[in-house]
């Protein structure tokens, strides 16, 4: 008969490690394992909030991803420790005092006493057998390897293995219920040498990937020391270069001192030639004052008179002579004022100079030809760049910022798009549209548009199906007009927003709409998606030709721009341009663009920027999200 140790070890095993439960918990399937295993399977989980239950797949959540927060099996718990607390008894002796088990043999499934150990061990049929010491078996060191007992057959080993139902059966078992189902039974010892060849397979892989993983972590740590070894290079470099730089500037500055050292002792000089000559006219006066003043002491004899009135007429004379003359002195200083300390223009005379990350030029900085004019700007289909004025028409640049064509000359331009066939639309003051041929002839298309003072002026794009939007900010709407003219198909409400600029996608019905100091995204319905500030500057947003969305930071008051790159979603993916020095223009007004060629086009209310940006290089993932999003 089974001991009480044999029946209750056997239902007391993990699962899992097929040990005795060592703290026990519990998941919410009811389903028990060691608090040890249940760690080492939540490491293996895609989020560890969850654990999915090795028997029955039910997920359990795991407060704080913490296993030991898990509900403690107790009464589990507490058989545990009184089967750790009970020595088993021989189960081999057939007297009627048993005797303490001191071992245990894996292949006959039988606690052994001293003596039945020793008489064991000398039969040769059993001297190969895999006996344990009972120590390790009640440390939980050693899992013991027995056959189980049927349940319905309680004399009958479970020497066989149903493969559909998973389970060990006795022989009894495989006759009547299995086979007759037709179920695939098989040795128990067959399946458990197949299982154990199959869990050798998985440990050959799993040590082929462990190696592979351990090759790969080697890997990165030499990319990390050639990484470190690179920025440590990059910072001797810079630390050269600084010193480097500090020493020119250290002999530039004494150079500079040594002219502003020279320049003024040459004025010292002159101002002190100045101030002698005064002071040499003025003893002059003063001496021949006291020979005059002296005439006055006594009466002059004929001699003395003649003399006396030869010196008063002298001093009369000299008296009448011009008085000094500030203008010297004070050209003097003009002239040394005209001298400027003015900071050298190369850069890199000045400053440190950049790590090879990123890099942008500025191909041309033009002068618009009317100060102050500028309305609008769009790119045009034949390459070019098209800016409006609210004076003088639409001037035409090419890439290389070369006016090439002034058309519509005196026309308040304040809007201008373009259709895929060719045609232009251009919004002219009193919100009134027109649309011209390539050759800008004036087509008969009348438009049903809302008044200058009725809407206020507004933002102007036409999208890939040459529907043509017209926003207005002071009634806050976007009006969509076919090319054929009439009335507006459809209206957009923008309520908490003001369209001043709009700009359409090419391969998705949206608007990105730029409002005071933000960016907006729009979708086909006018639904705002998301929105673009940055306190204390103003956004100027442009569509590239890839669908990423660029704006243009300014710090009108610095005139300073920085240009970022943003996916259709506005969601942020690189920075173009940081701090690009502009000249303030009067006129807080600026447009962003991009040339088909992919320079980017900035204008002011006065001049023209254009800006390579090609060489710029955003993260690998750019692209794909541009597109993505």
């Not at 005795?20 to 295993?37: A, V």
Request: charged share 25%; hydrophobic share 30%.
């Amino acid at each position: 008969m089974a001991t009480f140790h044999q029946i209750s070890s056997q239902n007391l095993e993990c699962p899992i490690c097929l040990t005795l439960f060592n703290q026990p918990k519990s998941l919410i399937c009811s389903h028990t394992f060691c608090k040890h295993c249940l760690q080492q399977i939540c490491q293996t989980q895609p989020s560890r909030q969850t654990i999915a239950c090795p028997i029955c797949r039910k997920e359990t959540p795991v407060p704080s991803a913490d296993v030991s927060k898990l509900q403690t099996n107790v009464p589990v718990n507490s058989l545990v420790d009184e089967v750790k607390t009970k020595n088993p008894i021989c189960t081999v002796c057939e007297m009627d005092e048993k005797q303490p088990a001191v071992s245990y043999c894996q292949d006959c499934g039988k606690y052994m006493c001293e003596s039945c150990e020793n008489i064991h061990s000398l039969w040769k049929p059993v001297s190969s057998h895999e006996v344990v010491p009972m120590s390790e078996v009640l440390s939980g060191k050693v899992p013991l390897k027995r056959r189980r007992k049927c349940k319905k057959h309680p004399n009958d080993d479970e020497e066989y293995f149903c493969t559909k139902c998973r389970e060990y059966i006795c022989s009894k078992c495989g006759i009547v219920r299995h086979l007759q189902a037709g179920h695939q039974i098989e040795e128990a010892a067959i399946h458990e040498e197949n299982l154990k060849e199959n869990i050798k397979k998985l440990q050959d892989r799993a040590k082929s990937k462990k190696t592979t993983i351990e090759n790969h972590i080697d890997y990165i740590e030499t990319q990390r020391n050639e990484i470190t070894n690179m920025m440590r290079r990059l910072n001797n470099d810079i630390d050269k270069t600084y010193e480097e730089y500090i020493q020119l500037l250290t002999d530039r500055r004494e150079a500079l001192k040594c002219q502003v050292k020279q320049w003024s002792e040459k004025f010292e000089k002159k101002l002190q030639t100045l101030e002698e000559e005064s002071r040499q006219t003025f003893s002059h006066v003063n001496a021949m004052e006291e020979l005059v003043t002296n005439g006055m002491k006594v009466p002059l004899e004929k001699d003395a008179l003649f003399a006396h009135d030869t010196l008063c007429e002298n001093l009369k004379s000299f008296l009448e002579r011009d008085d000094p003359d500030d203008q010297s002195p004070k050209g003097v200083a003009e002239r040394a004022q005209r001298i400027s300390f003015r900071k050298e223009a190369k850069v890199n005379e000045l400053r440190l100079g950049e790590l090879e990350d990123k890099t942008w030029d500025v191909k041309a900085d033009v002068e618009l030809p009317r100060i102050g004019s500028m309305a609008c700007a769009t790119r045009a289909p034949d390459g070019k760049m098209a800016v409006g004025s609210r004076h003088y028409g639409i001037h035409l640049y090419s890439p290389d910022g070369e006016l090439q064509q002034t058309v519509l000359k005196y026309i308040s331009v304040w809007g201008i798009g373009f259709l895929s066939d060719g045609l232009s639309v251009v919004r002219v003051i009193g919100n009134n549209v027109s649309l011209y041929t390539p050759q800008w002839e004036k087509l008969d298309v009348t438009f049903e548009t809302t008044g200058k003072f009725d809407g206020g002026i507004g933002g102007l794009t036409v999208d890939t199906d040459d529907n043509i939007y017209m926003g207005y900010m002071w009634t806050k709407k976007i009006q969509i007009f076919t090319p054929q003219g009439g009335k507006a198909i459809r209206e957009i409400m923008c309520t908490e927003h003001t369209p001043y600029q709009l700009f359409s996608f090419h391969t998705t019905v949206k608007l990105i709409l730029k409002d005071l100091s933000s960016v907006v995204c729009l979708d086909s319905q006018g639904k705002k998606e998301n929105v673009l500030m940055k306190e204390g500057m103003y956004a100027y947003p442009a569509v590239r030709r890839d669908d990423s969305v660029i704006v243009a930071w300014v710090n009108h008051k610095k005139g300073l721009v920085s240009i970022d790159r943003y996916t259709r979603g506005l969601e942020h993916l690189c920075n173009l341009i940081t701090d690009f020095k502009i000249v303030k223009p009067q006129l807080d007004w600026y447009y962003l663009q991009e040339f088909e060629s992919g320079e980017i086009a900035l204008c002011t209310a006065d001049r023209l920027y254009i800006i390579d940006a090609s060489n710029v290089k955003c993260d690998g993932f750019c692209s794909i999200a541009c597109w993505g999003k």
